[in-house]
């Protein structure tokens, strides 16, 4: 009996942050998990559609009415699921996205089936155990979780898994904007599909919210000439007039521009920072920036990517013979814009720093065409950093990693946010599934979260969704 008791007071005492999720949470977050793994998503052979209907039924099995569960998408394999849990009204929706298809794995590069959920060394190794499937499972589990908790946020939280983020023609985030935005218009957009929370041997040592991305765009450049025979040189060879205007280019270093989240990351990164390099963090925050210390930051192939927009020679082919002079030389530049720059306008600083009339100019879209028409592609406005997103992330994480910085930072590269923040809704990436900085394994072989890892991100999710809708920001 005093056992029992003792047992029932340490049960009371443990402090309420440091609850563990209830094991029947974690066995529905298991199961959603490996059914999502073994249900091959990949463009080439899998079906999309497959585990929207699993993920679907899973809702309908856990009490969401028939109307607010839809299967929904352009084609047989590309379908995409929606789900709504409905809040109090007070504010708009909160969206939350995630892509059920996975990049291709060939069971030969693997040490394990990619399409099969395998627990190995505290590990859950397939296809998707990073990107994303982990935060798809974590993502249902908990609407699942905040239903039977008859929990009612103060907006509703629409849940959208989708096809073609990784490839393929059927992009469900866009193709539902495009068709069904009644059913996924939100305020603002949450999507995990960034690694966020990064740990060393364990240890958490940055949480990261990603609240801005860069825009991708890729520009031809082609020289042509009337070539000839290579022992007769002229002056307007193609491969020198390319060259040149290529050096030109790599010797222009695009002006330093700070927003709302890169201000933020900075402000913070200073005070994780020592030495030089903080000071030059502080210094570039002045107005105007100190264009030293932006320089001395630059050296950082990061700091330099945070801090302009980049463009880059890719590619590049020319001539057709030996010995015959070249008619045509051409080459891609792909740039990386910082959020409120124009394909257009960035096209007309290429033509700039270019300097030379005999380079042509074109634009090369998403689908590798190439055109001279401006693009219709909307312009990124920088984002604002939202702060009850910002708030509720900064609390659960002092609960979860004691001490650990929260940085806002910009992605440099492009996700499904890419359509959501065009559409008009602020979009930020945080998921709470930690990985080692070393273990990084999306798109890769052996991808692999851990065991624990995978539940504590369960529990990250479950409470930072309850703190940012609970009402009382
Ligand atoms: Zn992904």
Redo the contacts with the bound molecule.
């Keep these: 009996m005093n056992r029992l008791l003792s047992l029932l007071f340490a049960v009371l005492l443990a402090p309420n942050s440091n609850a563990q999720m209830d094991k029947a949470s974690k066995q529905l977050a298991h199961d959603i998990f490996k059914q999502l793994i073994e249900i091959n998503t990949t463009d080439s052979v899998g079906n999309v559609t497959m585990a929207a209907e699993a993920m679907a039924q899973r809702f309908r099995q856990a009490g969401f009415p028939e109307g607010d569960v839809q299967v929904i998408g352009p084609n047989d394999r590309k379908k995409n699921m929606v789900v709504r849990l409905h809040g109090s009204g007070k504010h708009k929706p909160l969206l939350l996205i995630g ?1 059920l298809d996975v990049v291709e794995a060939r069971r030969d590069d693997w040490t394990t089936d990619p399409f099969q959920f395998v627990e190995k060394d505290g590990f859950f190794y397939g296809r998707g155990t990073q ?2 499937k982990d935060a798809d499972a974590i993502m249902v589990t908990t609407l699942i979780k905040l239903k039977q908790e008859s929990f009612v946020p103060d907006r509703d939280i629409i849940l959208a898994l989708t096809a073609d ?2 490839g393929g023609k059927s992009n469900g985030v866009n193709w539902l904007l495009q068709n069904h935005r009644d059913l996924i218009d939100a305020e603002f957009v949450l999507n995990p ?1 960034e690694l966020t929370v990064w740990t060393e041997q364990g240890k958490a040592v940055v949480v990261e919210v990603e609240a801005a991305e860069k825009t991708y765009s890729d520009y031809q450049l082609v020289v042509t000439d009337a070539g000839g025979h290579s022992s007769l040189p002229t002056p307007g060879n193609a491969i020198y007039e390319l060259v040149n205007g290529l050096a030109r280019l790599q010797q222009y270093q695009f002006p330093v521009e700070l927003n709302d989240v890169t201000r933020a990351y900075y402000e913070r990164m200073a005070k994780v920072e020592t030495g030089q390099r903080s000071a030059d963090m502080k210094a570039i925050l002045k107005n105007p920036p100190d264009q030293a210390a932006a320089a001395r930051l630059s050296h950082d192939v990061n700091d330099n990517a945070m801090l302009h927009t980049t463009c880059v020679a890719t590619r590049a082919s020319a001539g057709h013979a030996n010995n015959a002079l070249p008619q045509r030389a051409e080459a891609i530049v792909n740039c990386r814009l910082l959020p409120g720059h124009t394909k257009q306008e960035m096209r007309d600083t290429l033509v700039r720093v270019l300097g030379d009339p005999a380079i042509a100019l074109h634009y090369v879209s998403d689908t590798f065409t190439v055109s001279d028409t401006v693009p219709t592609n909307p312009v990124f406005a920088p984002q604002p950093l939202r702060q009850d997103v910002l708030s509720a992330v900064e609390k659960v994480a002092g609960e979860m990693w004691p001490g650990t910085p929260v940085i806002p930072t910009m992605a440099r590269g492009a ?1 499904d946010g890419t359509y959501t923040s065009a559409a008009g809704m602020p979009t930020y990436e945080v998921a709470g599934v930690a990985v080692d900085r070393d273990d990084d394994r ?1 798109h890769g072989r052996d991808e692999r979260v851990g065991v624990e890892s995978f539940y504590r991100g369960l529990d990250f999710c479950h409470r930072f969704l309850k703190t940012l809708t609970a009402g009382q920001q």
């Design positions: 892509h990107d994303m983020e990784e599909d996700s999306e």
